[in-house]
Structures are given as C-alpha cells and as structure tokens.
C-alpha cells in the first residue's frame, strides 16, 4: 500500500475516516440519524407501507357481476361490516378477546404476588423460568397439544370421568353459546387455549408492576386496621393495575387478531382472523379482508390510548 493510500484512510492522519469521525463528534445529531435511519426506513417501506396499502384497499370495492377490484374510493367494504353476520363475527372476537384477558388477569394476579412479595434467589429464578417456558416451546405445538389434551378421548375427559363429573361437562357443552361436540371444537375449548398461550405475557407486567410497590404501604394500611380485602381494593390494586393493563395489551391484542387456535380448536363460527383469511382466499373479497383487519387496528388504537391515560406504560 502506497503512502498516499495510508494517509488517506487511516484515522489521525487527515483521511476520510478521521473527517467523518471529527464530523460526527461535532454533530452527535448526524450519528443518530446514521444509527436510526436503517431501520427507520425498514419500519417505514415494511410495516407502515403495507398498512397504508391494506388502508387503501379497503376503500375498494368488489363488482358485484365480474367479481373484480373496482379502484375507485367508497365506502362501501365498510358498509359491508355492518351486515349482521359481519357484526357477529367482530362482536364474538370483541367478547373472546375481553373474557381471555379478564380470565388471564385473575389468573395472573396471585402468581406474580407471590413471586414479587415472597419469591427470592432461586426461587425467583424458578418463578421467571415456569412464567417463559411457555413461550420457548413452537406456538403450534402447544396449539395442537391442547387439540389433543381437549379431545373426547384426551386426559381432561380421562379426569373428569374419573371425578365422576362428566354429567357436569355434557351439562356445559350442551349449552349452544358455549358448548359444541367436544371441549377441542367448542368456545370454552378455544378460552382455554387462548389463556394458557397468552397468561406469560399477563404475568410478567404484574409482577413487574407489584415489586414497585413499597412493603410498607401495605403495612401501614394492616396498621391502621385495614381488612386485607381493603388493603387489596384501595392499596395494592390500584398500584398494581398500571401493570395489569399493560399485560390486557398483549393478550388482548393477540387474541382479537388470532388466526390458528380458532382455526385449530375453535367451532365452526368464525373469529376476525379467520374472517380476513377466508375472505382474501376463498371468496376473493381483498377490499372486505382488509376492512376486516382495519376493525382490530381502531379498537386497539383506543385501546391503547386508553392504557396510556392509566399509566400501562410506565410498568412495560
């Protein structure tokens, strides 16, 4: 290598490199904008460019004779969603989504109590490897081994015949807004499923949230005569649901816009996933599809701004 060479890449002696790297000494401004711009533009052209392009679709419409895209803005996709069977499908996915994460919360609450106030060395350690161990395992896998665990021949009939309490799962499945054939094609089938794939990210928030909150709050309510119910109600509860909410963020989400475990355990009735799939494939309908998958993006984007103003936040 030449002299000339040397001197004009090496650091120190007047090169490029040593003028870029006083330039961005200079002006730290330009070395974030370096740091930031590559995956800023792939957010922008990936993520947010095939929202915008889903946003439009659904201002589309499908002729009704040649079953083709007419590309000229309406409203009418959007009109379609408010056909009773439309409405049906959005209000059961609105309901499954709301019950999982209530469930989830109650579930949740006194595991990560338990972790935050008495769990310490490797009994923490235990509590954080049993909360994501779930999540290391493939999502189909645990979909399909609760297929099998709810099946008519699965241990959960196994046990309750043992328990002599299986007058007590017919009496449930019969019921037409919950039951179906077998727990593994019924409504209660899918919860079950959803709560056990989704109570990690439920857990973890709380707990987070609980060891915020100081021991001596809670003491000093026992102090003053406070009932545990209320210490519960007025005290911890109220410092705790910044992060219970930041965890309904999560299973909340992912519930409504699920496609597998209501195509895997659920009933013949479809969810807003399955929804969006059969009308993209089957019937063709790409206008209607993505006016179905704008339907989760607003209610979690008030959602969202709902957690925002109960400080759901601040425990993530």
Do not use: C
């Not at 019924?186 to 100081?214: C, N």
């Not at 309908?285 to 209610?299: R, W």
């Amino acid at each position: 290598m030449s002299a000339a060479a040397s001197h004009a890449i090496l650091p120190g002696r007047g090169g490029v490199l040593a003028s870029l790297s006083d330039l961005l000494w200079r002006r730290p401004g330009l070395l974030l904008l370096a740091m930031l711009a590559p995956p800023v533009l792939w957010l922008g052209i990936i993520y947010l460019g095939s929202l915008f392009a889903l946003l439009a679709q659904s201002f589309f419409s499908i002729d009704e004779f040649s079953g083709l895209i007419r590309y000229e803005l309406t409203l009418k996709t959007y009109g379609e969603l408010l056909r009773p069977s439309n409405m049906d499908i959005i209000l059961r996915s609105v309901l499954m989504a709301s019950a999982v994460t209530l469930a989830a919360a109650i579930v949740a609450f006194p595991v990560a109590y338990y972790a935050a106030r008495y769990a310490r060395g490797k009994w923490k350690a235990l509590f954080y490897l049993g909360a994501m161990l779930p999540l290391w395992s493939s999502y189909l896998v645990k979909v399909y081994a609760w297929k099998l665990i709810l099946a008519k021949e699965g241990i959960l009939t196994w046990v309750f015949t043992k328990l002599h309490l299986m007058w007590l799962l017919d009496a449930v499945l019969s019921i037409p807004v919950l039951g179906g054939n077998s727990l593994s094609v019924s409504y209660i089938g899918t919860f079950l499923v959803f709560l056990y794939v989704w109570l990690p990210f439920m857990i973890l928030p709380t707990q987070a949230a609980l060891e915020r909150v100081p021991v001596s709050l809670i003491e000093a309510s026992s102090d003053l005569g406070a009932a545990p119910g209320q210490t519960f109600r007025n005290v911890l509860l109220p410092l705790a649901l910044p992060g219970i909410v930041a965890g309904s963020i999560f299973t909340f989400s992912l519930t409504l816009g699920d496609y597998i475990i209501p195509q895997i355990v659920g009933s013949s009735r479809l969810f807003i996933g399955q929804a969006v799939y059969a009308q993209q494939g089957t019937a063709g309908n790409i206008p209607l599809a993505a006016a179905f998958t704008v339907v989760p993006i607003v209610i979690m984007g008030f959602y969202l701004w709902g957690a925002k103003r109960l400080g759901a936040f601040d425990a993530l």
